[in-house]
Every structure is written in structure tokens, then in C-alpha cells.
């Protein structure tokens, strides 16, 4: 396509946006840049990465247009069905905001002590903390209304460049539910 530089690829990203669908996800040129891509069905947000340090997660924004925009329609979701906050819902979509926040704190946490690929793995299997907070939310109820509990299915890790590219995953057998960390 010619386009080499993580900018002009986003730009073309951001130009038809409204012709891709959602999803977060990193983007990485051949120069080893990196940007995480946090995208609605028309929206999106771009954070560019610093120090090579990058990392995403599902059902929460971090740029803040695209936090405040989720925030927005959280609430018109909530509204049009007459709930209250303290829904299954809403408890679910604030546990993804705080994880995001733990995913970041502990990726820049690894960058600083330089990532590696085990690093990354004690990453994924977080739970080290209560839930909704950790990074894997193995048999955890996010409401007390709600009939099952969330099982992380599949987890990896991927070391993208350098000599020891890899990757682990660990994937549960959802018919013998144990959590997968462990």
C-alpha cells in the first residue's frame, strides 16, 4: 500500500472509520512504533506509545474523547432501559475501565524494569488484587444478579521483535472451569 509511517497508516484508519468495526487494538510499523487504536462503531481514539510500551483491552477507552463518548452512551444505554447504575451492566463497564488502568500501570511497571516475555505473562494472569481490578477475571461475578461468572477462556502473550519472538497462551478447557492462572 506505500504507507510505512504509523501516522499516515492511522490517518487512513481515521479517514474511513465509519468503514471498519470496533475493537481496540495495536498497530505497530516496520520502524517499531506503536499506537493502541481505541475504536466504536464511528469513533476513534489513538494513544501513541511511549518508550515502546504498549497495551489494550476490551469494553474501555482510555483517550479521553473516547472515555467521555463511552461515559455518554453508558448512560443513554441505561436510561433508554430504565435501569439505575447499580446494574449488572454498569458493574461490568466500570470493572473494564479499572482493569485498563491496572493493564497500563502494570505494562509501564514491566517496560521500566525491561519487558520480557514472562513479564508479560504475570501480566495476563493478574490477581493479585480484589476483583473487578485484576487483569484475569477467572470466576468472578460482576453482579450479584448475574446467573454466571466470568471466565477468562484464553490468555497470551506476544513478543513481537528482537531474537526471541514468542508467544504463550494458555486456553481453559471450558468444560473443567478452573480458573486459568491457575
Known sequence: SGLRALPDYLEVLERYRDLWG?????????????????????R????????GCCAIT???YLTPEMAAFKKERDAASLEARGWTRDC?????WEGCERRYH????LVEEE?????TLLGAAHIALDHAVPFPD???VAGEKG??????????????????????RRMLCWLMDPTQPIPIYK
Request: proline letters at 7%.
Open 88 to 92: 449488572p451492566d454498569m458493574a461490568y
Open 22 to 42: 470496533p475493537g481496540n487494538r495495536i498497530y505497530v510499523d516496520p520502524g517499531m512504533n506503536f499506537a493502541a487504536v481505541e475504536k466504536s462503531n464511528r
Open 111 to 115: 517496560n521500566r524494569r525491561g519487558a
Open 143 to 164: 453482579h450479584p444478579d448475574e446467573q454466571l461468572q466470568n471466565w477468562t477462556l484464553q490468555t497470551f502473550v506476544t513478543c513481537v521483535a528482537g531474537p526471541n
Open 134 to 136: 485484576r487483569i484475569c
Open 44 to 51: 476513534m481514539g489513538v494513544r501513541y506509545a511511549s518508550d
Open 102 to 105: 491496572r493493564l497500563m500501570q
Open 58 to 60: 476490551a469494553c474501555a
